[in-house]
């Protein structure tokens, strides 16, 4: 945990990764409409903010360090595996990349970007006969892409929490559920009964555990 290369002032590596997750997330979600847009824009700003503490500035670090060494003394706070917040305070101090909610966090952000590329297959699909998106994750929840977003944002918090993201991520799953209630009355505008029929058997964004564990089928909608 302890060596000679500089733990922060990386600003090199706060704009490479935050460049290449952010065109990685535009290949799984390919924004189109200004809604869109907005909701991928707030993503990505979320991203920018993780990599300037990761490797730029440690604000949260700085900000907590007292009560930090204090209860922790063992621990070099300022040491880049010290970021790992969680891994540190609850002892697995040996390599934090291993540790338990490293690992965790590697499965929700893995889970969102597979659920976000496979909704947008099945809305693209629907979207060329303007048809009701009513297969695969749209199954399950009517906002699978945004349900996407908020677990690799949920994956980021358990790998690398900062003030500023914690705060940043009740804000963001507002706007998307908001982002997601213009679209349903853009859909019911469209669809009509159809759409609240389908509304009326799926869920919004946490799927029934019956239709988890397959004993019910049912439809999806647009993006979200």
């Given at each position: 945990m302890h060596d000679t290369a500089p733990a922060y002032g990386l600003w090199s590596l706060v704009i490479v990764n935050s460049v290449v997750f952010i065109l990685f997330a535009y290949s799984f979600f390919k924004p189109q409409t200004p809604r869109d847009?907005?909701?991928?824009?707030?993503?990505?700003?979320?991203?920018?903010?993780?990599?300037?503490?990761?490797?730029?500035?440690?604000?949260t670090i700085y900000f907590l360090s007292g009560w930090l060494q204090s209860r922790f003394p063992d621990v070099d706070w300022f040491s880049h595996d010290a970021g790992h917040i969680l891994e540190?305070?609850?002892?697995?101090?040996?390599?934090?990349?291993?540790?338990?909610?490293?690992?965790?966090?590697?499965?929700?952000?893995?889970?969102?970007f597979i659920l976000i590329s496979a909704a947008w297959k099945v809305l693209y699909d629907a979207q060329q006969t303007r048809s009701l998106a009513t297969t695969g994750p749209y199954s399950y929840v009517r906002h699978p892409q945004y349900v996407g977003f908020i677990l690799i944002m949920f994956g980021f918090?358990?790998?690398?929490?900062?003030?500023?993201?914690?705060?940043?991520?009740?804000?963001?799953?507002?706007?998307?559920?908001?982002l997601a209630h213009t679209e349903e009355q853009?859909?019911?505008?469209?669809?009509?009964?159809?759409?609240?029929?389908?509304?009326?058997?799926?869920p919004g964004f946490i799927p029934k555990l019956s239709r988890l564990f397959g004993q019910e089928s049912s439809g999806g909608y647009r993006h979200g």
């Open positions: 847009w907005r909701s991928f824009s707030a993503f990505s700003a979320f991203l920018v903010a993780l990599f300037a503490e990761m490797y730029g500035f440690p604000l540190m305070i609850f002892g697995w101090k040996t390599n934090p990349h291993f540790g338990p909610f490293h690992i965790l966090s590697f499965i929700f952000i893995a889970g969102g918090l358990l790998q690398w929490p900062t003030i500023l993201t914690l705060a940043m991520f009740p804000v963001l799953t507002v706007m998307y559920v908001k853009d859909a019911r505008a469209e669809f009509g009964d159809a759409y609240d029929k389908y509304a009326s058997e799926v």
